[in-house]
């Protein structure tokens, strides 16, 4: 089964700092990963994603992530927070060979950048 | 482009009504996605479709919620009877061919009193 952890509920972290926002994954073959961006009273907006190639993927904003099949990990990244990055951010996966499938999602880690 | 377009973006109703949630995907998007947001449970999916057909209803809670998609450009969920513990933030999604990622619309809140 396809499963996607987001270990921390809550990333505080002061503005200018680097920022980390964890995710492990599990799937049966390879994954395309996912990281989605959620602010108050708003849709989830795409951040960017992992499918095959360089291990490092740059999004929005800034972000980006790294894919790290050993661990099965795709930690988002920036390297100097903003008060406005502060939002809900959800880290999502599929296996690579179920097309047609839903993304499974995890719990969301919500993140807030003090000034 | 509009993007996903959902209607009505908030909905007050009193338990025992039906309620009726819409969506429009983005054209030419072949894949259909139901969610339901809350503080408790997270982001739930609840059904999906792959071009117009209904794929896997598993996290549907019960039957009093059922979901269409009559053709490509829109969708509705459709509670009946409402109770409290459906209030909740319902998104919709969509897909493109390529199978990656979800592009999703703004939301209806809903509140059942």
């Known amino acids: 089964a396809q499963s996607v952890a987001q270990p921390e509920d809550q990333v505080n972290v002061a503005e200018g700092n680097p920022l980390t926002v964890k995710c492990t994954y599990s799937v049966s073959g390879n994954p395309y990963l996912f990281w989605y961006v959620q602010y108050p009273n708003r849709g989830l907006q795409f951040l960017l994603k992992?499918?095959?190639?360089?291990?490092l993927v740059k999004g929005s904003y800034g972000f980006e992530a790294e894919f790290n099949k050993s661990q099965t990990s795709f930690h988002l990244k920036k390297p100097s927070a903003l008060v406005s990055d502060s939002a809900l951010y959800f880290c999502?996966?599929?296996?690579?060979?179920?097309?047609?499938?839903?993304?499974?999602f995890g719990k969301g880690t919500t993140l807030s950048v003090s000034s | 482009d509009a993007g996903v377009i959902q209607s009505p973006r908030h909905e007050v109703t009193e338990m025992g009504q039906e309620v009726t949630l819409r969506c429009k995907p983005i054209s030419g998007h072949n894949s259909l996605f139901w969610y339901r947001q809350t503080m408790m449970r997270g982001l739930e999916l609840l059904i999906y479709?792959?071009?117009?057909?209904?794929?896997?209803d598993s996290g549907m809670p019960e039957d009093r919620f059922s979901a269409k998609m009559p053709n490509a450009s829109f969708s509705t969920l459709k509670i009946q009877p409402s109770e409290p513990r459906d209030s909740a933030v319902y998104f919709c999604a969509g897909r493109g061919q390529d199978h990656n990622e979800q592009f999703f619309g703004p939301g209806t809140r809903l509140t059942v009193l």
């Open positions: 999502a996966v599929r296996e690579a060979n179920q097309a047609g499938t839903a993304l499974i």
């Open positions: 992992y499918i095959t190639g360089d291990n």
């Open positions: 479709f792959n071009n117009n057909v209904p794929i896997d």
